[in-house]
C-alpha cells in the first residue's frame, strides 16, 4: 500500500477495517492521535469544519470528547473512553456520537516499517445496519481529507525534530 492511499473494507457482518500509510514513525502518529495540541489540526477539519472542543484523559478508563463547529453554525460531536492503550501501538477506544445511543470499539494498530507507518483501524458497530449506514455516509471523504491534514501535522512534527 501506498502512502496516502486509504481502503475501506468491510468485514464480516459487524466492520469496518480503514487502512492508511504515513510517511512517518509510528511513535509520530501516534502522538498526532493522542495530544489534542494536534488533534484539533487534523481531525474532522474539512469543507468548513472546525474542532473546538478537544479533550483527551490518555488512560485506561479515561476518556476524550471531540466536538466540531461546521457551515451554518452546524454542530456534531462524540466521545469515548479508553479500554486499551498500548503506546505507541495500539490504541481500543468506545466511540459514541452525540445524539446517538449506538457504541462502536475502536481498535487503531500502527506498524511501522523502514520509517513508513501502517495504520490499520477497525470499527465494531453492534449490528450490521449500523455498519452499512455509516459506509453510505461521506465517511470515506471525511477520513481521507483528515488524513491529508494528518500528513501535514507529521511533517511539521518531524521538520521540528519530533513531539
Known amino acids: 500500500m501506498n502512502p496516502g492511499q486509504l481502503t475501506i473494507t468491510a468485514r464480516g457482518d459487524r466492520e469496518l477495517a480503514m487502512t492508511r500509510v504515513f510517511a512517518a514513525p509510528r511513535?509520530?502518529?501516534?502522538?498526532?492521535?493522542?495530544?489534542?495540541?494536534?488533534?484539533?489540526?487534523?481531525?474532522?477539519?474539512?469543507?468548513?469544519?472546525?474542532?473546538?472542543?478537544?479533550?483527551?484523559?490518555?488512560?485506561?478508563?479515561?476518556?476524550?470528547?471531540?466536538?466540531?463547529?461546521?457551515?451554518?453554525?452546524?454542530?456534531?460531536?462524540?466521545?469515548?473512553?479508553?479500554?486499551?492503550?498500548?503506546?505507541?501501538?495500539?490504541?481500543?477506544?468506545?466511540?459514541?456520537?452525540?445524539g446517538s445511543a449506538r457504541e462502536a470499539i475502536a481498535t487503531m494498530v500502527?506498524?511501522?516499517?523502514?520509517?513508513?507507518?501502517?495504520?490499520?483501524?477497525?470499527?465494531?458497530?453492534?449490528?450490521?445496519?449500523?455498519?452499512?449506514a455509516m459506509l453510505a455516509t461521506r465517511m470515506e471523504q471525511g477520513l481521507a481529507a483528515g488524513f491529508r491534514r494528518l500528513d501535514d501535522v507529521l511533517i511539521s512534527l518531524e521538520g521540528s525534530g519530533g513531539c
Open 110 to 132: 500502527l506498524v511501522e516499517r523502514d520509517g513508513r507507518t501502517t495504520l490499520t483501524m477497525t470499527v465494531r458497530y453492534e449490528s450490521k445496519e449500523v455498519r452499512d
Open 27 to 98: 511513535e509520530l502518529v501516534f502522538e498526532a492521535w493522542t495530544r489534542p495540541e494536534l488533534v484539533v489540526r487534523w481531525l474532522g477539519v474539512h469543507g468548513g469544519w472546525s474542532m473546538d472542543v478537544c479533550e483527551i484523559d490518555l488512560r485506561v478508563g479515561g476518556g476524550y470528547r471531540f466536538g466540531w463547529r461546521g457551515p451554518g453554525d452546524a454542530r456534531m460531536g462524540m466521545r469515548g473512553v479508553y479500554r486499551e492503550i498500548v503506546r505507541p501501538e495500539r490504541l481500543v477506544s468506545t466511540e459514541m456520537f452525540d
